[in-house]
């Protein structure tokens, strides 16, 4: 064989099979790196990303088509490189391979996990049609012409936008433009301000790419259809959508688009920071602070912490919206003061609501004060009867789905629990199931107790669909404007399991059919409602108490988000003579968290956090990562951690960090899992970095040593967004 090359290419090997997940295959010429290849590992054939090519002098072509190189080293030659496709550009790998190190993870899993799946399954002839395809679909229309179909318009800037813009503008005209955090009130705008942003950046460079990423698009789906409605001038392939609610097809669709770069702008949720966008130069992260950017398996990375990173890469503006920054972005954001140099991040404000409109006024009802078993308070109630009498829409949010968290014996001490769960299983009462929310297991809800035979038995506390049964019942007598009765909806987890449901749902508060809305989390955030006036937390308080440290900033944020969907149409709330609210029943009205709510205060909640977290050392002032093992036992989970960890002591790059013992999950044991986990803290990202490194190997044998034997898996988590 006269010309051998050797490839380094990254593939998905098994997990931990502790082989290393880049290999080297032989091929006839040098592969730029970042082609995609398909090469047989063990039985099969798998996708690969070319990593890096070398000559192999001195090589031999073996009978069987393998290839010894010249230490005697056997190869297996590449089976067929997909050269139809643009190499993934140094940007991407860099991306990728930070991405896999700095998580803890494999390089190959990390790059086959951003590819397409439908990648995995076409040969280099499938691909070139689909890319023709997308040649033919792409039909660019130059702005302005009386092809372009029904664009909508830009609007007129409020001043706040205006300078916010403007400031970006100034940013990302620097050398190195430092991500800028919008901090702007619900209502203020913020979409408007994304739009004009992505629109200049596509003006000023004709291949110029724009990512926008969101926490749950489906939750949004009018985002998408503003987006396309507002850039329909620049074809139809010019904005993609990239989520994991797309077929595989759709998928590797957008994916192409954005290679190629017909695609203009990728809109999608965290998967898509891995997009190959080679013209990269604005990157928007909504709702910066949404806990879903965090991926919860796998190389468990945030997707806004890659975006970040992947802006200073490709030299692209990164601009993080929210009206409740994470505190980690609020802190980078922070001005200078005094001696103290400012932060890393630009920070930008919108504190007004579009068309002059007020923040709902918040008003917290203390239950130590009402009747016991209280569910709405009289005067919410009244509220809430007054405004749908009016016309307008209440929201009414409780973070629990089910009817009721528990069943319980009357007799005995039988609950709901779950056989294979340290938790309790969940009733819904519309098909008459007990549910476990953590492993599936489902049953009928039984006729007696199974314990001691009682027949009573009944559901303790509530969850959304008890909610929505006590409201209909509450609302009985009272009527819409038009006389007919009011409407109860809800929208969570369970009402919203089939394709298509969600969007129907939604369509129905927005037309005005619903009166009442019931929900999760699931309707807080987002959601421009224009004819709802009144919202209402029923229930808050478990999380002022969590042992999480991060739960009162989850809490003060979703309140702020809920209350946001409140009065959002000005005008109209004018005309109707009416102001929005927010109700908050608690039993804790003197916590400072409500008072900070009260006066929308998040500058101030978020000081008082920081402040806190500053003095017990906890992040952004320090950085975590947990190592987790899961076991038959909880012995065995903890005594693998314990025995790691020790090890972990005696490396050199322990200095710096610190290290808790190990301790059952807070749900321990899940389908017959137990689970725990060993805390790691350092003032230093990078000491921790180093520490975790020279630890996974170490992690890696321990897995395959006795202490291992009854660990089932065990992950690292970085930067976890829960303790
Ligand atoms: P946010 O995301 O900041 O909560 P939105 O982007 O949803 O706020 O904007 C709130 C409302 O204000 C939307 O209905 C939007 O269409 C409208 N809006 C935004 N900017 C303008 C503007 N410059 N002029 C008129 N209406 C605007
Ligand atoms: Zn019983
Ligand atoms: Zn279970």
């Known amino acids: 064989m006269d010309a051998a090359w050797v490839l380094a290419v990254a593939v998905q090997t098994p997990a931990h099979a502790g082989l290393g997940d880049v290999l080297s295959y032989a091929h006839t010429a040098p592969l730029p790196a970042g082609t995609l290849v398909r090469v047989p590992l063990g039985r099969r054939e798998v996708l690969g990303v070319v990593w890096d090519s070398r000559a192999a002098d001195g090589a031999q072509a073996l009978p069987d088509g393998r290839v010894a190189d010249a230490d005697g ?4 030659p590449v089976t067929a490189a997909l050269d139809a496709l643009p190499p993934l ?7 990728v391979a930070f991405a896999a190190r700095y998580y803890q993870r494999g390089l190959g899993e990390v790059a086959l996990a951003a590819l397409p799946p439908q990648l995995r399954e076409l040969d280099g002839t499938q691909l070139a049609r689909r890319l023709k395809r997308r040649d033919r679909q792409a039909r660019p229309v130059a702005a302005g012409t009386a092809e372009a179909p029904s664009a909508e318009t830009a609007l007129a800037l409020s001043p706040e936008q205006a300078a916010v813009l403007a400031a970006l503008a100034e940013e990302s005209a620097t050398p190195a433009p430092r991500p800028a955090l919008l901090f702007g009130s619900t209502g203020s705008g913020k979409t408007e301000v994304y739009l004009q942003a992505v629109a200049r950046c596509l003006a000023a460079d004709p291949g110029a790419q724009a990512l926008v990423m969101v926490p749950e698009i489906n939750l949004t789906p009018q985002l998408e259809a503003r987006f396309r409605a507002r850039f329909a001038a620049w074809g139809d392939t010019a904005v993609v959508a990239l989520h994991s609610g797309m077929t595989n097809p759709q998928r590797l669709q957008s994916w192409l688009a954005a290679l190629t770069g017909q695609a203009r702008i990728v809109l999608g949720t965290r998967m898509a920071v891995f997009a190959p966008l080679p013209a990269l130069r604005l990157i928007v992260v909504d709702e910066e602070h949404d806990p879903s950017y965090k991926q919860q398996e796998g190389a468990r990375y945030s997707a806004r912490d890659l975006a970040v990173w992947r802006g200073r890469r490709q030299n692209a503006q990164v ?14 954001s922070r001005p200078a003061d005094g001696e103290a140099p400012a932060g890393r991040y630009l920070r930008l404000q919108m504190p007004s609501r579009i068309g002059a409109g007020e923040l709902p006024r918040v008003r ?30 209440c929201m009414v949010f409780l973070n629990r789905r089910g009817y009721a968290p528990v069943l319980a014996c009357s007799d005995c001490d039988w609950k709901s629990e779950c056989p294979h769960c340290s938790a309790y299983r969940v009733f819904h009462k519309i098909d008459r199931t007990l549910r476990c929310h953590h492993c599936g297991f489902t049953e009928r809800v039984p006729r007696a107790c199974p314990s001691c035979g009682n027949p009573d038995i009944a559901p303790v506390g509530r969850g959304t669909e008890r909610l929505e049964e006590q409201l209909a019942t509450l609302f009985a007598g009272v009527r819409r404007p038009d006389g007919e009765p009011v409407r109860i909806a809800r929208i969570d987890a369970d009402s919203t399991r089939h394709e298509g449901a969600l969007e129907a749902q939604l369509a129905l508060v927005h037309s005005g059919e619903v009166d009442v809305l019931v929900g999760t989390q699931m309707i807080a955030k987002g959601h421009d409602f224009r004819r709802i006036t009144l919202v209402a937390a029923v229930n808050p308080d478990s999380a002022l108490f969590s042992s999480d440290f991060r739960a009162p900033e989850r809490l003060f944020s979703l309140l702020m988000q809920s209350a946001g969907r409140a009065g959002r149409d000005s005008a109209w ?18 916590h400072p968290l409500f008072d900070a709510l009260r006066r929308h205060d998040y500058p101030r909640f978020a000081a008082q956090q920081l402040q806190d977290r500053e003095a017990a050392a906890m992040p952004p002032f320090a950085f975590q990562a947990l190592v987790r093992a899961d076991a038959r036992t909880q012995e065995a989970a903890q005594a693998f951690l314990n025995t790691a960890g020790e090890a972990a002591d005696a490396l050199p790059e322990a200095a710096g960090v610190m290290r808790y013992p190990a301790v059952p999950l807070a749900v321990q044991r899940v389908a017959n899992v137990e689970r725990a986990q060993m805390l790691l803290e350092s003032p230093s990202r990078a000491a921790l970095q180093r520490l975790l490194a020279a630890w996974q190997p170490v992690l890696h044998d321990l897995r395959r040593s006795p202490v291992g034997q009854g660990v089932v898996r065990w992950l690292v988590d970085v930067d976890p967004q829960s303790i």
Request: zero cysteines.
């Open 73 to 76: 080293v056997l190869l297996k």
């Open 89 to 95: 550009d140094a940007a991407w790998r860099d991306l």
């Open 319 to 332: 601009l993080l919206g929210s009206a409740t920054p994470s505190l980690e972005s609020w802190h980078h």
């Open 364 to 393: 917290l009802v203390d239950m130590q004060q009402q009747p016991a078993k209280t569910l709405i308070s009289a005067g919410l109630l009244d509220a809430m009867t007054q405004r749908v009498t009016r016309g307008e829409q």
């Open 573 to 590: 709330l004018a005309a109707q003579g009416s102001q929005a609210e927010m109700w908050i029943q608690t039993f804790h009205p003197q």
